[in-house]
């Protein structure tokens, strides 16, 4: 079961676990994220102009965000002391 505000890394591409209206979850590349609209629904604007309507809050997609990029920098930071002994 993937963790619950982040996703994994794959081909240096980051992912995010979100929820569409309808319910269905998918991942999403946060680095790929244009700008996130609040108009009732949180419409999230990608880099190509796609967009996603999500059950998720702004509020909630920075905090997955941030909490995927504080992970990405504990496991650099494991990485990093490993590879300094």
Sequence with gaps: MPP??????KDGAAMILLTKRNNERFI????QIQCIE??????????????????????????KIADYNA?????????SVVDKR
């Excluded at 999403?28 to 680095?31: A, C, I, S, V």
């Excluded at 992970?71 to 990485?79: L, N």
């Design 4 to 9: 619950k505000n982040y996703f994994y890394i």
């Design 28 to 31: 999403l590349n946060h680095r």
């Design 38 to 63: 609040m108009i009732p629904e949180t419409k999230i604007v990608m880099v190509n102009h796609d967009y996603f309507l999500v059950r998720e809050t702004v509020d909630e997609i920075i905090d």
């Design 71 to 79: 992970k990405v920098m504990d496991i650099h930071r494991e990485i």
